[in-house]
T-cell receptor
Framework: DSGVTQTPKHLITATGQRVTLRCSPR?????VYWYQQSLDQGLQFLIQ???????AKGNILERFSAQQFPDLHSELNLSSLELGDSALYFC??????????????FGSGTRLTVV | EDQVTQSPEALRLQEGESSSLNCSYT??????LFWYRQDPGKGPEFLFT???AGEEKEKERLKATLTKKESFLHITAPKPEDSATYLC????????????FGTGTRLKVLA
């Protein structure tokens, strides 16, 4: 157990629908990062929050949004889902606003399947 | 443009057959290079951080080294349990911090 908790582990939904993925960072970590991993793309950075504020944005689609709450957990909202959104979505956390000596701590991911 | 390339994409080794994985990078303002191990269906697990050319880190059968253009992950006498995908990532400072992952090397160690 890495200390980063992601729910749900698996999600199957239809095209056009909206889903919410949840992440609780490791205790004491202030930064949360969201990544998408598909077979042909590797790990793609989506967005980072630090202590409740958006810190960095990657290749996140407009249909996707995220937020970090006062208790530091984060949610990634995916809407108007398309077949191509099927992927593993990982959440990672770190103490600082960037990776330090121990890199990022990753959760075990949410596998999203859009049918 | 900042870029990270890992090679080979896949590697099959016999148990005990040592080898090296490569991570080459073209970035401005390297802040650190990180190695992770990822098992199927799981999140990446941190292995090492390297900060400057010439630095080396070791953990069990793994040793990571860094030069100005690339990093190597040396696997000595691997065992089947070393089978995984090995990812490298670079942290770059160019105005803001960026953290860029390579696409990984899939390692299979045969008994």
């Amino acid at each position: 157990d890495s200390g980063v908790t992601q729910t749900p582990k698996h999600l199957i939904t239809a095209t056009g629908q909206r889903v919410t993925l949840r992440c609780s960072p490791r205790s004491g970590d202030l930064s949360v990062y969201w990544y998408q991993q598909s077979l042909d793309q590797g790990l793609q950075f989506l967005i980072q929050y630090y202590n409740g504020e958006e810190r960095a944005k990657g290749n996140i689609l407009e249909r996707f949004s995220a937020q970090q709450f006062p208790d530091l957990h984060s949610e990634l909202n995916l809407s108007s889902l398309e077949l191509g959104d099927s992927a593993l979505y990982f959440c990672a956390s770190s103490v600082l606003s960037q990776a330090a000596n121990y890199g990022y701590t990753f959760g075990s991911g949410t596998r999203l399947t859009v049918v | 443009e900042d870029q990270v390339t890992q090679s080979p994409e896949a590697l099959r080794l016999q148990e005990g057959e040592s080898s090296s994985l490569n991570c080459s990078y073209t970035v401005s303002g390297l802040r650190g290079l990180f190695w992770y191990r990822q098992d199927p269906g799981k999140g990446p697990e941190f292995l090492f951080t390297l900060y400057s050319a010439g630095e080396e880190k070791e953990k069990e059968r793994l040793k990571a080294t860094l030069t100005k253009k690339e990093s190597f992950l040396h696997i000595t006498a691997p065992k089947p349990e070393d089978s995984a995908t090995y990812l490298c990532a670079v942290q770059v400072v160019s105005g803001t911090y960026k953290y860029i992952f390579g696409t990984g090397t899939r390692l299979k160690v045969l008994a």
